[in-house]
T-cell receptor
Framework: GIQVEQSPPDLILQEGANSTLRCNFSDSVNNLQWFHQNPWGQLINLFYIPSGTKQNGRLSATTVATERYSLLYISSSQTTDSGVYFCAVELPGGGADGLTFGKGTHLIIQP | EPEVTQTPSHQVTQMGQEVILRCVPISNHLYFYWYRQILGQKVEFLVSFYNNEISEKSEIFDDQFSVERPDGSNFTLKIRSTKLEDSAMYFC??????????????FGSGTQLSVL
């Protein structure tokens, strides 16, 4: 199946810092989403971004589908940004196979 | 904004008991999914459901698991005889149909299942 690699696995930053999280995938995809899992375990949709660039406040994401990677940028980090960030992709296949998740980047923002 | 709703948020059960996890997908969505996340691990696909039948299922989704859409709004996951290793967060998801590209998948807040 498709491989989804996220880096770095862990990241510790001071409040106010910027960060870039990377997601590499091994095959062409038909969908890519970024999620934030908060300390209560909830998965929060951040971006639906099979290609191109999107911005939402302090967060932005870019997917370069032809080169099989996506980047999530977090600017001016706040302690509430802490948690695990997951990238998930979906193959172009004909079935309703759903998303394949990476292992996530565990982000800790220190005050 | 429409959202996927899951109940209960926490469920504690004894090993060997049956549990039913409930989900109300977004009303105009036609594809439904269950995912599982064991503590500290990544989110894994269990099963997808469309047109009142299973579309795809993973190796995890064995004979102990079943899904049902008993009415026009609910989507349930049943575990017939729970095992300790079924302890996990279970997420329900839904979306509208679409192919190129596939449309966004919306997730519920999850049910934390603890099997004792």
């Amino acid at each position: 199946g498709i491989q989804v690699e996220q880096s770095p696995p862990d990241l510790i930053l001071q409040e106010g810092a910027n960060s870039t999280l990377r997601c590499n995938f091994s095959d062409s995809v038909n969908n890519l989403q970024w999620f934030h899992q908060n300390p209560w375990g909830q998965l929060i949709n951040l971006f639906y971004i099979p290609s191109g660039t999107k911005q939402n406040g302090r967060l932005s994401a870019t997917t370069v589908a032809t080169e099989r990677y996506s980047l999530l940028y977090i600017s001016s980090s706040q302690t509430t940004d802490s948690g695990v960030y997951f990238c998930a992709v979906e193959l172009p296949g004909g079935g309703a196979d759903g998303l394949t998740f990476g292992k996530g980047t565990h982000l800790i923002i220190q005050p | 904004e429409p959202e996927v709703t899951q109940t209960p948020s926490h469920q504690v059960t004894q090993m060997g008991q049956e549990v039913i996890l409930r989900c109300v997908p977004i009303s105009n969505h036609l594809y439904f999914y269950w995912y599982r996340q064991i503590l500290g691990q990544k989110v894994e696909f269990l099963v997808s459901f469309y047109n009142n039948e299973i579309s795809e299922k993973s190796e995890i989704f064995d004979d102990q698991f079943s899904v049902e859409r008993p009415d026009g709004s609910n989507f349930t996951l049943k575990i017939r005889s729970t095992k300790l290793e079924d302890s996990a967060m279970y997420f329900c998801a839904s979306r509208s149909p679409g192919r190129l590209p596939r449309l966004e998948l919306f997730f519920g807040s999850g049910t934390q299942l603890s099997v004792l």
